[in-house]
């Protein structure tokens, strides 16, 4: 699978009161999570592509996961869960104090 940049654009049909400039903000940063979100329940992209193109680190992903009730642990093949344990173990390595 290839990377590439994800753009996501929200339309909006009807006309809508002025909003906060807060409430427009946290109502994107939440359709972007759960359209990554989605893509990660279906196995389209990875955890750390997901953590990625959320700005968020492994673990928060975790909670994330949970919210969304996306298992932890998907069927996954060998080399992609070698993959996940390396990963893993780079960011313990980088985190250790």
Known sequence: MSTQKLKLDIKVTGQLPELPEI????????AREAYVMTLL?????????AAELLGIDRWQ????MDLYD?????SQTKEELEQEIAQTRQFLLKHQS
Do not use: Q, V, W
């Open 41 to 49: 329940n279906h196995a389209d992209i990875s955890a750390g592509l």
């Open 70 to 74: 996306i298992p932890t642990f998907p």
């Open 23 to 30: 409430h427009r903000l946290e109502a994107e940063r939440r």
């Open 61 to 64: 992903l975790s909670e994330l």
